[in-house]
């Protein structure tokens, strides 16, 4: 194995918390490009084999320009092959992208939500995040918790805290949350995330649990993935935040973060720690949406050639206004509600197993809208400042501002009422369906008749334990007309499950 490749891989010399300025460029120099040589989706490589992914910025560029101005009838070609289900290639996406024609879009939009429905059915799995610290040691210039921000009220939340909030989110009925921490552990260090997991499965409350733990921190080194993994988490979520490299360097002043490299290697070392389901994303209003999902493509694509899977979840956060930041108030390239719709029904085309995480920094209403086009997760009552869901909200500890204020019941109510099944559904990672096994049964469509009957069943669940009663009466005739839509096999699965739920029987799956 080259040197190079092993140091970007576990870039030794770097303990786990070195504080602020524990960037490694010192620790190892940038190799350039080093593309994998293995053939396309022919599973694991050995590590030499590995490549660390450089984007190609060029050959966007080109594919954009070369997209242009397209006829009518390119277009529709392109969204007929769509249908498929089978992905596009990246000349085909730039095409989409620059569909402005009012009819057009509208085609866009419903191949999105046919592709959708194929493949997630009528279902929204629900989250929440659970921000455990905002400690951070990165200059960050859209983020609230960036080290120079004086105006921010730092905190990182003891176990009994974390505990407290667990208490509040179970109470609730949430049953997977979603781990945040800025990028600055306190004196424990890494051990203070791996501890906080086992506070958070540890809770138990009646029938409340969190039965599934996601997890976005900063990017570990591959022993400390090793640790994550063993703790159970669920998908190990990171976001690249903008692809274009000379933008990122002027959006990361200080910290580990200003390493592009080190962000972008994170998904390699997770999977090569053997965590298999990965959550990718770009923030949007930092660089041209066009060209970051273009990239993001390139960034799949290889993760696919290395490990025979790509990522499990791409999300699509939008720059919100954060304190003590004045580009959150003003994103370089802001990305317009109709911008926004186009690139979800883009990706829903692009990578049509790839789950669609839509959250709470978007407005009731736009999210709405993009449920149809190709959303699978949401999060739902959230707050983004450590203590919020157990204590009286902390002035200016938040992140950024939320989009979306509604409780979790409200939330429930209005997805019900639209027709979509608020699933609270963990089966999959917990019988191992992750990564590559679950994309083998995903591809060809088999996931929904496991998923269907998971969505109901942890759906009544959450009505008979938490709903409010109108709530209750929305959600009982949604499950009700779902049943009548359903294949007799998968009825009589649902309905055996449903009973067992009436009769008290909790996290009842297959
Ligand atoms: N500190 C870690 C990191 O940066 O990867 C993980 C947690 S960070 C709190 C999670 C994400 O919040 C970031 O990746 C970034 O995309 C997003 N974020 C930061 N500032 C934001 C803002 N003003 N509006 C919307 N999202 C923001
Ligand atoms: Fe820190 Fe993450 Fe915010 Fe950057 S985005 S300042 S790393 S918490």
Redesign the pocket.
Known sequence: MGDVVRLLYDAPGVKPDQGADRHIAADYPHPGIYRGQGGRGKGKRTMSQKAVLKIDEGEIERVLTTAGKVEPARIREVLKKAVDAKGLQPEEVAILTGVSDPDLLGELFATAKHIKEGIYGRRLVIFAPL?IS?L?S?E?L????RARNKDLNRRALSQELIAREVEALVDQGHKRVLL????SYPKEGFSYILNSIDTIYGIKRGNGEVRRVNA????LTLEEFKQLKKKKIGTY???Q?TYHRKTYSKMHLGGR?KDYDW?ISAMHRAMEADIDDVGI???F?LFDWRFEILAMLQHIRNLEECFGVGPHTI?V??????TG?D??SQPPKPVSDVEFRKLVAILRLAVPYTGIIM?T?ETANIRRETFALGVSQISAGSR?NPGGYSEKEVAEAS???LGDHRTLDEVVRDVASMGYIPSFCTACYRLGRTGRDFMDLAKPGEIKSHCDPNALSTFLEYLQDYASPATHETGEKLIGAVLGEMGEKERAISEKMLQAVKAGKRDVFI
């Open positions: 921000y905002n951070c990165n960050c859209y983020c609230a918790f945040v921490a800025g990028e976005n921190i900063a990017p979520q990171l976001f935040e973060k962000r994303g770009v923030l209003g999300s956060p939008r720059l919100e206004p954060a930041s580009l959150a959250s920094r983004t992140q950024f501002s």
